[in-house]
């Protein structure tokens, strides 16, 4: 089943954007299927509105803005953050058209440094963070690309201990311990959590990323996921450090998605320079989009249980094709 065949879909937050992305002017994204412009309003905050002109089509994201709203490029109609029509040069006054000459706008929110968006009215929260503005902690953006695969492809993955050593043999995986560990999981009504205790390898930028100098270690997970497509990792390490990654896999459009990944670390610049942390994360994710690139970027929902053959390493996957069912069918 595509995201396009679950309309429940446009009711959650997803992150597309770090907020400083919109200081240079407006910026065009795509979420599920729908093309939008984004731009920050006079207040500093983020709006977003379908990227397509009502007067000749143009996208706005190719204007720019002017007093907090977004200005076409084409004939310049500027309309502000709901949509509304605030002014036509051409004319004197754009309300005597009735509001006819809007466009449509979409919820918009910042938080944790990103520009998260809803198309319809919200149906959670977005998770908060803890660690989001606690000194104790340093919040560092790694990743925000398109990958041609499909969202819960890439969700899927994230939570498959079985791939590690396999797609990650260069990074931390070990092929002659490919036992995946086992997951203990804790369902809840919008997600899950899953524990475990990866053994992972420690070597080259890997062990840049953590600081240890041993050949081998094992990474403590708690890992929890949220309908649709968001996950935090908490990963721990036995010096202490821990590498908590955010990563939202939005769905662009079926065949699309927009990998969005953030870390907290509980170190410092000086013992683990950012540009270090990310760089095992960079090196760890190719590893995944090579391969994720060749998977069928439909996921079977209707029959999941049957469509494809499955391991118990498959568990989480086949709690999210469940979860993602239900939501489908109205949930
Ligand atoms: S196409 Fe946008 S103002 Fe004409
Ligand atoms: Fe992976």
Redesign the pocket.
């Known amino acids: 089943m595509h995201p396009s065949q679950i309309p429940a879909l446009r009711g959650f937050w997803y992150p597309l954007v770090r907020v400083e992305e919109l200081d240079a002017g407006p910026v065009a994204q795509r979420l599920l299927g729908v093309d939008l412009v984004l731009w920050k309003d006079a207040d500093g905050a983020p709006a977003v509105a379908r990227d397509r002109?009502p007067?000749?089509?143009?996208k706005l994201s190719k204007g720019f803005v002017e007093n907090g709203n977004i200005v076409?490029g084409?004939?310049?109609?500027a309309f502000g953050r709901d949509g509304k029509c605030v002014r036509i040069p051409q004319r004197a006054e754009p309300a005597a058209t009735g509001g006819k000459m809007g466009v449509a706008a979409f919820h918009a929110r910042a938080y944790a440094g990103h520009v998260w968006v809803a198309l319809d009215s919200p149906r959670a929260d977005i998770p908060v963070f803890a660690e989001d503005g606690d000194p104790a902690w340093r919040r560092i953006p790694e990743f925000a690309e398109n990958w041609a695969c499909g969202a819960l492809r890439l969700m899927e993955n994230e939570f498959d201990n079985a791939h590690i050593e396999f797609v990650h043999q260069a990074t931390f995986g070990n092929t002659r311990d490919p036992a995946p560990a086992e997951n203990e999981i804790e369902e809840f009504a919008d997600g899950f959590v899953a524990r475990s205790v990866v053994r992972a390898a420690n070597r080259n930028i890997g062990a840049d990323y953590t600081g240890l100098a041993t050949g081998a270690t094992t990474r403590t997970t708690v890992h929890r996921w949220w309908v649709p497509f968001l996950r935090k990792l908490d990963l721990e390490f036995p010096n202490g450090l821990r590498h908590r990654i955010v990563t939202a896999t939005v769905p662009v459009d079926d065949t699309h998605t927009r990998l969005v990944q953030w870390v907290y670390r509980n170190d410092t610049d000086a013992d683990v320079p950012a540009a270090k942390a990310i760089a095992f994360d960079r090196a760890v994710t190719l590893e995944d989009k090579a391969v994720l690139e060749t998977v069928d970027p439909e996921t079977p929902l209707r029959a999941y249980l049957t469509a494809e053959r499955h391991m118990p390493s498959d568990k989480p996957g086949l709690i999210m094709r469940r979860m993602l069912l239900a939501l489908a069918e109205g949930g």
């Open positions: 002109c007067h000749r089509t143009a076409c084409y004939h310049g109609w």
